[in-house]
């Protein structure tokens, strides 16, 4: 097919495509959502669309006509197909924005207001000590912060001039000439001191009841030290006592391991090494696997794969005969160790005055 008849068929059928195309980018235009869009789909790409239809009829065309309309038609589905691509991304970024609205979080720091509020750090660590304490069948004592030369030294086998007081630097109240305050037996209360640790609480415990004892005292403690990363005059123990028939230092050993495992998880253990307490015989110092290299060796525990926590032992028989109990029938334990430590290696804290500097936005962390 040739001539003029051939050209008016050429042209009804470019008309066509082109009407096509309009119609179908105006359908595209038309979509004002995703789903909208996509129902446009078949009409405009299907093999019964307008122009897949026209496509359909080519094979019945003669070979230049059909190339020039090949390519319109070509040329009219490309421009259909980067329409619908880009109406398609367009609702794909809407619905992304409305999303991120939705989600959108305000993590602006807010400046410390009346907020909600928690438990201090150390406060936190002696309730979770408590627990596993309470949880192996102790109870929880207390005592007072101002001792009596008596609690905080002469009772625990420390008379006045003892040497070994001087492992505790104290802080001496000064209350005047003399104080009304208990002095226990045998001897006057001529001082006063803020406590040094937490063992004048096994006295009072042990004066005021009989034994069996299994008990724990958390508190505060004082000591005349000047601050620095890892001391403070003002810091925190947890005493333990057990008194009963047959005590032994395997007890002892057992308890803490026990202890360790509990509090610390599996992996870390105890170990006991010997050492000296005037109110304890033997003594040692009690040592866990280092808590942040797990055993191997690193700075924190000088390369040696374990951490000092605190001290321990046997009660000496001279403190069981200082609170009236027979150490021929009762024998026992002690042990003592920093809350405050506890806490630093725990979370990694690398100065213990973090701790008091009462920054809210370290505080908050924990
Ligand atoms: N009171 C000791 C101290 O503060 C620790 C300790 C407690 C040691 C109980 C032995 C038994 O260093």
Same mark, same amino acid.
């Given at each position: 097919?040739?001539?003029?008849?051939?050209?008016?068929?050429?042209d009804t059928l470019l008309a066509d495509i082109d009407a096509a195309r309009s119609q179908g980018l105006a359908a595209i235009a038309a979509a004002s959502t995703?789903?909208e869009l996509s129902q446009t789909e078949s009409g405009l790409f299907g093999r019964k669309s307008v122009l897949g239809r026209i496509k359909q009829g080519?094979?019945?065309?003669?070979?230049?006509?059909?190339?020039?309309a090949g390519r319109a038609l070509n040329e009219a589905q490309q421009e259909l197909r980067t329409a619908h691509a880009d109406a398609a991304?367009?609702?794909?970024?809407?619905?992304?924005?409305?999303?991120?609205? &939705?989600?959108?979080?305000?993590?602006?720091?807010?400046?410390?207001?009346?907020?909600?509020?928690?438990?201090?750090?150390?406060? &936190?660590?002696?309730? $979770?000590?408590?627990?596993?304490?309470?949880?192996?069948?102790?109870?929880?004592?207390?005592?007072? &912060?101002?001792?009596?030369?008596?609690?905080?030294?002469?009772?625990?086998?420390?008379?006045?001039?003892?040497?070994?007081?001087?492992?505790?630097?104290?802080?001496?109240?000064?209350?005047?000439?003399?104080?009304?305050?208990?002095?226990?037996?045998?001897?006057?209360?001529?001082?006063?001191?803020?406590?040094?640790?937490?063992?004048?609480?096994?006295?009072?415990?042990?004066?005021?009841?009989?034994?069996?004892?299994?008990?724990? %005292?958390?508190?505060?403690?004082?000591?005349?030290?000047?601050?620095?990363?890892?001391?403070?005059?003002?810091?925190?123990?947890?005493?333990?006592?057990?008194?009963?028939?047959?005590?032994?230092?395997?007890?002892?050993?057992?308890?803490?391991?026990?202890?360790?495992?509990?509090?610390?998880?599996?992996?870390?253990?105890?170990?006991? $090494?010997?050492?000296?307490?005037?109110?304890?015989?033997?003594?040692?110092?009690?040592?866990?696997?280092?808590?942040?290299?797990?055993?191997?060796?690193?700075?924190?525990?000088?390369?040696?794969?374990?951490?000092?926590?605190?001290?321990?032992?046997?009660?000496?028989?001279?403190?069981?005969?200082? %609170?009236?109990?027979?150490?021929?029938?009762?024998?026992?334990?002690?042990?003592?160790?920093?809350?405050? $430590?506890?806490?630093?290696?725990?979370?990694?804290?690398?100065?213990?005055?973090?701790?008091?500097?009462?920054?809210?936005?370290?505080?908050? &962390?924990?």
């Open positions: 097919m040739n001539g003029p008849a051939a050209d008016a068929g050429l995703a789903d080519f094979g019945s065309l003669p070979a230049e006509m059909r190339a020039t991304d367009e609702f794909a970024a809407a619905a992304r924005r409305t999303q991120l609205q &939705q989600e959108w979080l305000d993590l602006t720091e807010t400046p410390p207001g009346p907020g909600r509020g928690h438990l201090h750090l150390v406060t &936190q660590t002696t309730e $979770r000590l408590e627990d596993v304490f309470v949880g192996m069948g102790f109870t929880v004592s207390e005592g007072p &912060q101002a001792e009596t030369d008596w609690y905080n030294f002469e009772a625990l086998n420390l008379p006045a001039a003892h040497p070994a007081r001087s492992m505790w630097d104290t802080l001496y109240l000064d209350l005047g000439e003399r104080t009304e305050l208990g002095d226990g037996e045998g001897g006057e209360a001529s001082s006063v001191v803020l406590r040094t640790h937490t063992s004048p609480v096994q006295i009072r415990v042990m004066e005021s009841g009989a034994p069996p004892i299994y008990t724990i %005292c958390p508190g505060r403690v004082f000591r005349r030290d000047t601050a620095d990363a890892s001391h403070m005059p003002v810091f925190h123990q947890i005493e333990g006592l057990v008194v009963d028939r047959g005590i032994s230092f395997a007890d002892l050993a057992g308890t803490l391991e026990e202890f360790t495992s509990a509090y610390f998880g599996k992996a870390i253990s105890s170990r006991l $090494r010997p050492s000296y307490f005037p109110f304890t015989e033997p003594s040692a110092e009690f040592d866990i696997t280092c808590v942040i290299c797990g055993g191997a060796g690193c700075q924190t525990c000088q390369r040696t794969g374990w951490i000092e926590l605190g001290g321990c032992g046997m009660v000496h028989p001279n403190v069981l005969a200082n %609170c009236d109990i027979d150490f021929e029938e009762w024998t026992g334990f002690a042990f003592g160790f920093g809350i405050d $430590r506890l806490a630093l290696m725990r979370h990694g804290i690398d100065d213990l005055r973090d701790m008091y500097t009462n920054d809210i936005r370290f505080l908050s &962390q924990f």
